[in-house]
């Protein structure tokens, strides 16, 4: 089992930044791929990004490209999401999972987080 427990969530102005942590207890957190989703009102969730066991293969969604940046810690057991220059359309909870594999497929997730609220405002 892992649990995962997401922070850093927050209501923000639009173009400014937030780093949300995601921190894993349980079993070897670096072997576990890791993403970010997000779920906005009244919307399926959707990939954000991802992350390898070692941090070498990344990739993100297109809506966040240039913006976000996923990064891990094995050493902290903790994966974050650094976003800069949100947007309103960025307002959603957002939620890290881990998985077997670096990919944007939710089914290949097995451990998600509680979530946490970005709220970014204009």
């Known amino acids: 089992q892992v649990q995962l427990v997401e922070s850093g969530g927050g209501l923000v102005q639009a173009g400014t930044s937030l780093r949300l942590s995601c921190v894993a207890s349980g079993r070897t957190f670096s072997s576990y791929s890791m993403g970010w989703f997000r779920q906005a009102p009244g919307k399926a969730r959707e990939f954000v990004a991802t992350i390898s066991r070692s941090g070498g293969t990344i990739y993100y969604a297109d809506s966040v490209k240039g913006r976000f940046t996923i990064s891990r810690d094995n050493a902290k057991n903790t994966v974050y999401l650094q976003m800069m220059s949100l947007k309103p359309e960025d307002t959603a909870v957002y939620y890290c999972?881990?998985?077997?594999?670096?990919?944007?497929?939710?089914?290949?997730?097995?451990?998600w987080g509680q979530g946490t609220q970005v709220i970014a405002f204009s």
């Open positions: 999972a881990a998985g077997t594999a670096a990919v944007g497929l939710e089914s290949l997730y097995n451990y």
